[in-house]
Nanobody, 125 residues
Framework: EVQLVESGGGLVQPGGSLRLSCAAS????????IGWFRQTPGKERAGVSC????????SYIDSVKGRFTISRDNAKNTVSPQMNNLKPEDTAVYYC??????????????????WGQGTQVTVSS
């Protein structure tokens, strides 16, 4: 019933852009905090950005501020990060997640209940 599906990943050169999407089913995205995480081999999943439920407040880690912008389309029930000026260190599998935890702990994967399958983003020449 409840499902999150990421899409939009791929290979891009440094300085390029990608737009990912998280499509939700079984619930409305504006009823949950929607977080984006990324993970590289051998490292734990780390929060990147989120958008809160009703007020739509966005948050970002410092390394992506000014480059990533997260937005929500309630009609399509999707949440998308627009990722610009991509760097090799942005290479990772990106996941979206939904939860109702504290906004103060949005970077913690333990605050989220539902997860997508992930989409690979590779930034390389």
């Amino acid at each position: 019933e409840v499902q999150l599906v990421e899409s939009g990943g791929g290979l891009v050169q440094p300085g390029g852009s990608l737009r990912l999407s998280c499509a939700a089913s079984g619930f409305a995205v504006d009823d949950y905090i929607i977080g984006w995480f990324r993970q590289t081999p051998g490292k734990e999943r780390a929060g990147v950005s989120c958008i809160s439920d009703k007020d739509g407040i966005t948050s970002y880690i410092d390394s992506v501020k000014g480059r990533f912008t997260i937005s929500r389309d309630n009609a399509k029930n999707t949440v998308s990060p627009q990722m610009n000026n991509l760097k090799p260190e942005d290479t990772a599998v990106y996941y979206c997640a939904a939860g109702r935890g504290s906004r103060s702990w949005w970077r913690s994967p333990y605050e989220y209940t539902y997860w997508g399958q992930g989409t690979q983003v590779t930034v390389s020449s």
